[in-house]
Each structure stands twice: as structure tokens, then as C-alpha cells.
């Protein structure tokens, strides 16, 4: 791995924490996610299955997890399944992870060799009646790729049919929601190799300079810092196509006057920053662009204070809804008799502000959790208000990443440039 070793204590208290939840005689399977191919013979790089990573540290294909809390030999409690190598494989893929490297990983003792799996599965389900299996139950997903662990759901019911089935994912997704020490350092960790790359891309752009030029010293910067590299597909939209909330084709030449929105964020150790950053293409905002900028940072750092324990994403949406109708009216984009006449199912700000305030960030960019349970301290959320205005060619999103704590909430992005003037100011050193 490219990332340095991470405190195996925080995958020993993960599993301590799920434990708990689990009905007696349980057992718990997780597979590692499959090399997902391409074409012919081509596959995409590994990432790992996010909660065979939260309760292992284990970054490697083929690597299952079985959890047995109740068994009567303690040895047989928590095993890890790992690919064995060969010569073959060490040719060809190079190093494999020893039992040792598993065990000094994960923290947990009993390593096995993956084919040894079906063996031990079947003398351990002779003591279990429940049988906790992950499945995606992330409300945006829309995958029809069958996981591995998918696969397995299919062949374990149709090997063991007369078990009880458990969904896992409701445990792990309440538990994942609230983030450990451990877990809030690599995120810092995330946004601060993210803050390196925006420094950076301060001193290059500049009119003529191409979309993907700047994605290619964010990539430059992430990769230089142990980083796998974007934590999702890159935004870097000029002019008019940062308006377009999802352009990621990255392929125009940024212009002079116009305004470069850049929604971009490094991953580091599987941990995500989810940044967005707007910035004028010749070093100083329009009077307009900066009224509008103004505009959003307000809402944003309004929105911030609102993540406070105890509300929760429909209320909040629900406020920061009526924060920006006022910022809108304040611009004369919106006036008093459309807030007036609006439907409250899409109202009024919505032609400017069509996109969610916040979401979950961890381990998964638009990290797991329930958007109806109540912010809490842990909980990591983005803030991310923007205003769109194609007529006026302005595209204008600001986004931090924040923990919420018992003492209020804590900016993970907050040495990343933010105000108008600091950008300015950086852009114009060169
Ligand atoms: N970059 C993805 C998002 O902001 O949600
Ligand atoms: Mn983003
Ligand atoms: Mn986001």
C-alpha cells in the first residue's frame, strides 16, 4: 500500500463495536470486492470493499472475513481468509500479504488461506443460527453489478437454506456513520494532501490554460502524496460548464473573464475528501462573480452552524432551503411574489440550487448512514450550497468537509483558501 500503516487498533474497536449488535450464535462473512473488468483481458485498478476494509485494514482481492463471536474455541472466534501466493503470482502481481503482514494489519490472530474457507465455514455454521450477510443498501445506489458479495448471499442460502438470514448492513452503516479519532485523521489527512493540490493549481491557472492541464496537477500533486489519486471523477468546469453539475469531461480551454468551479478531492488509506473550490480564470472576481460568491459562502458557513447534534438532513435541507431564497432575492434572481406563489415541493430557489446540502463522507464518498438519523458528535458531513446561472455564465459551489464534535463543529478544510481575497491574492503572486 502506498499509504503509511494505519493503527490497527481502529479495526480491533471496529469489530468490538459490530459484535455487540449481533444476535447469540452468530456469524459474520464478508468478502473482499472482486477486480471489476473492462474489456478483453483489462481490469480496473482494486478498491476494496469498504466494510471488509472498516473492520479488517486488509487491502487486498480475494480476502474474506468470517466472525463468530459465540464459538466455543476462542481461536475460531475471528479469522481472516488470505490469497496464497505462489511463484506464479510473485512473477506476475508481485507481493501477496503473509499471515504475519494479515495479522499485524488487521489485529486479528487466526489467518487462513482462502481455499481452507468452505472447510472451516461449514464446522463453524454447525454452532451459528444467524448468519450476517453485507448487502448495498445505499439509497443512491442504482448498481446491477452482481458484488462478490452478492454472489455469496446466492450460494450460502442455496448451500444452507435452512439458517436465518441477517441483513448486515444496517449494523455497519449506523456504526460507519460516526467516525473514530483514527478514522477523522486519515480524512484530514485526505483534505490536506487536497489543500497541496489547490495551492498548486492557484499558480497555474490563468486564461489559455486547459480543464485537464489543472486536473493533471491535482493528479501530479494526490499521486506525489501517497494518495491513489481522485477520491471521485474530477469537476474542473469553466465558464459556462460550471453550471453543468455533473461535467466531468474536463476538454475546454479556460477564458479569460470567466469563472472555474473545480469540485475535487484526493483519497488517502480508502478514507475521502470531497472539496469544491470556485475560482476566477484571470485572478480576480467580477464584481458580479463576487456578490455571487459572496452569496454561497455565506449559506455555506450558515449551514455549517446548523450541523448541530440533535437536527437531522430533512430539517436542515429544509432551513438552508429558506436561507438561500433570501440570498437568491438578495441578487434578483428570485423575487418575493415566486417565494410567494412557489410549490413546496420544488420551491422557488430550486432553479438556482437544484442539488442536496450534505452528505455522509468516509470510507465512501457519499458515505452510508440513514439522512433521518440525527447529527451527532463523529459524524462527518459535507457542506456544499451552490448557485447556477447560465445567463450570466456563473457556476458558482463551495464545499468543506466538517466534523461535527460535542463543542460545535470543526472545518477539516479549514486551511484550504476559502475567501475570495485569499484567492485572489494567491492567484496574483505569481
Ligand atoms: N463530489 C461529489 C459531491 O460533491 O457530492
Ligand atoms: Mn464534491
Ligand atoms: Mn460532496
Not at 455454521?125 to 448498481?143: G, K, M, Q, T, W
Not at 450460494?155 to 456504526?175: A, G, I, T, V
Not at 478514522?183 to 489559455?208: D, K, M, N, Q, S
Request: with cysteine; net charge negative.
Amino acid at each position: 500500500m502506498r499509504y503509511q500503516p494505519i493503527d490497527n487498533k481502529l479495526f480491533i474497536e471496529n469489530r468490538k463495536d459490530l459484535i455487540k449488535g449481533l444476535r447469540p450464535n452468530s456469524i459474520v462473512i464478508i468478502h473482499a470486492n472482486d477486480i471489476y473488468p473492462t474489456n478483453g483481458d483489462g481490469v480496473m485498478p482494486f478498491k476494496q470493499n469498504s466494510e471488509l476494509f472498516y473492520l479488517t485494514g486488509i487491502d487486498q482481492e480475494e480476502t474474506i472475513l468470517v466472525l463468530a463471536p459465540g464459538f466455543p474455541d476462542p481461536k475460531m472466534r475471528e479469522l481472516l481468509f488470505l490469497r496464497e501466493t505462489n511463484e506464479l503470482i510473485a512473477i506476475w502481481e508481485g507481493h501477496k500479504l503473509t499471515k504475519e503482514e494479515g495479522t499485524k494489519t488487521s489485529g486479528i490472530k487466526n489467518i487462513k488461506w482462502t481455499q481452507e474457507f468452505e472447510q472451516i465455514l461449514h464446522t463453524l455454521l454447525a454452532e451459528c443460527d444467524h448468519i450476517y450477510l453485507p448487502s448495498n443498501e445505499h439509497i443512491r445506489s442504482s448498481s446491477k453489478v452482481e458484488t462478490s458479495n452478492d454472489r455469496f448471499i446466492k450460494w450460502c442460502m442455496d448451500r444452507y437454506p435452512l439458517f436465518n438470514y441477517e441483513r448486515l448492513s444496517p449494523l455497519l452503516y449506523k456504526q460507519r456513520m460516526i467516525k473514530s479519532d483514527i478514522e477523522v485523521e486519515l480524512l484530514e489527512h485526505a483534505c490536506h494532501i487536497t489543500e497541496i493540490g489547490f495551492r498548486r493549481v492557484l499558480e497555474v491557472v490563468e486564461p489559455g490554460v486547459w480543464e485537464y492541464e489543472v486536473e493533471a496537477e491535482y493528479a501530479h500533486t494526490f499521486i506525489s502524496n501517497r494518495s491513489k489519486g481522485f477520491a471521485y471523477t474530477p469537476i474542473i468546469a469553466g465558464g459556462g460548464n460550471s453550471c453543468v453539475l455533473h461535467y466531468i469531461e474536463n476538454n475546454q480551454q479556460l477564458r479569460d473573464g470567466d469563472l472555474l468551479l473545480m469540485d475535487v478531492g484526493a483519497e488517502y488509506a480508502n478514507y475521502n475528501a470531497d472539496m469544491t473550490r470556485t475560482i476566477p480564470v484571470n485572478g480576480k472576481f467580477t464584481k458580479r462573480q463576487k456578490q455571487v460568491y459572496e452569496a454561497v459562502l455565506r449559506v455555506k458557513n450558515m449551514a455549517t452552524e446548523l450541523l448541530t447534534p440533535g437536527n437531522s438532513i430533512p430539517r436542515y435541507h429544509k432551513e438552508i432551503g429558506e436561507i438561500m431564497t433570501g440570498e437568491l432575492i438578495d441578487l434578483g434572481l428570485i423575487d418575493k411574489t415566486d417565494v410567494k406563489n412557489q410549490d413546496k415541493n420544488n420551491p422557488a430557489y430550486r432553479k438556482y440550487f437544484m442539488h442536496g446540502t450534505s452528505h455522509h463522507l468516509g470510507l465512501d464518498v457519499h458515505d452510508v448512514g440513514s439522512v433521518y438519523r440525527e447529527f451527532a458528535p463523529g459524524m462527518v458531513f459535507t457542506v456544499e450550497p451552490g448557485i447556477y446561472i447560465p445567463q450570466e455564465n456563473i457556476g458558482i459551489r463551495i464545499e468543506d468537509n466538517i466534523l461535527i464534535t460535542k463543542e460545535g463543529t470543526k472545518n477539516l478544510m479549514r486551511n484550504i483558501p476559502i475567501h475570495a481575497d485569499e484567492i485572489e491574492d494567491l492567484m496574483n503572486r505569481k
